[in-house]
């Protein structure tokens, strides 16, 4: 019996991970332009609640018991958030967000992988990537853009102090790289 419980337990936190990316894939496809992180946060918790929903109706049965199964149903459902979550992380969202990652496709993109360094400034300029930054945090609601005065709003502020916390929990400073960005600081 203990046997079943843990096979059942894998099979149903594997089918939770398998469906994650199927309606991940459905999801990004069809919502190309908006936030992924929005998007593949909203696409974990459906797809595990929509798994667990089915799997009540068609396995809850096969457990040794009704304990056995909601243990297995609600364990299974968080693995698969953290394990879907960490994904999105590591996966999507840091290919899409991440400078470091759009450098290294731009120079796999080159002839021998290989450019001149004025190419990158010139692709990759320090301006850019603020503007950039600017415009999201605007379509996000985080920041208002006066033109010469930038100011968090309240939004802005709660996420900052979210941000300030997890630094500080973690030991983590602002990177000395990241002043050539910001000079009058």
């Avoid at 946060?41 to 799997?55: K, Y």
Wanted: aromatic fraction near 12%; hydrophobic fraction near 45%; proline fraction near 3%.
């Amino acid at each position: 019996m203990l046997l079943n419980d843990l096979v059942l337990f894998i099979s149903l936190f594997l089918f939770q991970i398998l469906f994650f990316f199927l309606l991940h894939v459905i999801v990004l496809r069809i919502f190309a332009k908006n936030n992924i992180l929005y998007s593949s946060t909203l696409t974990i918790f459906l797809s595990v609640l929509s798994v667990t929903l089915l799997s009540y109706v068609l396995i809850s049965g096969l457990f040794s018991s009704p304990e056995s199964y909601a243990v297995s149903a609600a364990g299974s459902g968080i693995a698969a958030i953290f394990a879907c979550g960490l994904y999105t992380f590591l996966g999507p969202a840091t290919a899409d967000r991440s400078l470091a990652c759009h450098l290294l496709v731009f120079l796999s993109g080159k002839p021998g992988a290989r450019c001149r360094r004025e190419e990158l400034y010139h692709r990759f300029d320090p301006s850019g990537f603020i503007e950039k930054r600017i415009d999201e945090c605007k379509k996000e609601n985080i920041i208002n853009d006066l033109n010469e005065i930038i100011i968090l709003t309240d939004k802005g502020k709660r996420i900052a102090k979210a941000y300030i916390f997890l630094l500080r929990s973690l030991g983590l400073r602002e990177r000395n790289d990241y002043k050539e960005y910001f000079p009058n600081d």
